[in-house]
């Protein structure tokens, strides 16, 4: 009889451990999903240029009525420390400097995927909507559509919406602000409508 083959899996504690020893660098592109450590992809120059647009536009459109944090970790549970491109965050004066943000804090995040819309699909999105991530998007740089999904289930989403370049698109926390897709997809923009939404 073989002998099984057990994963040793680590806590998000232990995963922190890594990192002040030295074992994992600061420079080193991971993130932990049920207690793996998974090697993020390359940022490709578009992925760095739409989440680079994309920040500042949220900036710009939130104010101080939310925390945009870009391609930091967010803690969803004791096993899984995801790392997204863009999370929103409900607004604190301190930008959470005493108090590590939970599930509840986030207002929506955001995913770009040049080469890894499966694995925000298949792997990330479940994972966020179990951990009550209300709105989630995803900026599919390969065929030029958002995916926007929202009312979160145990492991997906109820609500799947698809926008195209020319459409626009609200979060859920700011009804009032309107992104036209291909902006914050960093297609040519200048036959596009012009955005509208709060001002900075």
Request: with cysteine; proline share 10%; hydrophobic share 40%.
């Given at each position: 009889m073989e002998a099984e083959v057990k994963k040793r899996l680590f806590t998000v504690e232990e995963y922190h451990q890594m990192a002040e020893a030295g074992i994992l660098r600061e420079d080193d592109r991971v993130e932990l999903i049920d207690g793996?450590?998974?090697?993020?992809?390359?940022?490709?120059?578009?992925?760095?240029?739409?989440?680079n647009r994309a920040n500042t536009l949220f900036i710009q459109a939130f104010g101080n009525g939310a925390v945009v944090s870009p391609q930091n970790p967010v803690r969803l549970t004791?096993?899984?420390?995801?790392?997204?491109?863009?999370?929103?965050?409900?607004?604190?004066?301190?930008f959470y400097a005493?108090?590590?943000?939970?599930?509840?804090?986030?207002?929506?995040?955001?995913?770009?995927?040049?080469?890894?819309?499966?694995?925000?699909?298949?792997?990330?999105?479940?994972?966020?909507?179990a951990a009550g991530i209300p709105e989630f998007w995803i900026g599919d740089l390969k065929?030029?559509?958002?995916?926007?999904?929202?009312?979160?289930g145990r492991e997906t989403y109820?609500?799947?919406?698809?926008?195209?370049?020319?459409e626009s698109i609200s979060p859920l926390a700011f009804p009032d602000v309107t992104f036209q897709?291909?902006?914050?997809?960093?297609i040519d923009c200048e036959k596009l409508p012009p955005r509208s939404g709060i001002q900075p």
């Open positions: 793996e450590i998974i090697q993020m992809s390359p940022i490709g120059h578009r992925h760095m240029v739409c989440v004791d096993w899984t420390e995801p790392q997204p491109d863009l999370v929103v965050f409900k607004p604190r004066a301190d005493k108090k590590e943000p939970v599930p509840e804090d986030v207002l929506f995040m955001v995913e770009i995927a040049e080469t890894t819309l499966s694995y925000d699909r298949k792997i990330k999105l479940p994972r966020y909507a065929n030029d559509i958002l995916h926007v999904y929202r009312n979160p109820n609500i799947a919406l698809i926008l195209h370049p020319s897709v291909g902006e914050l997809l960093s």
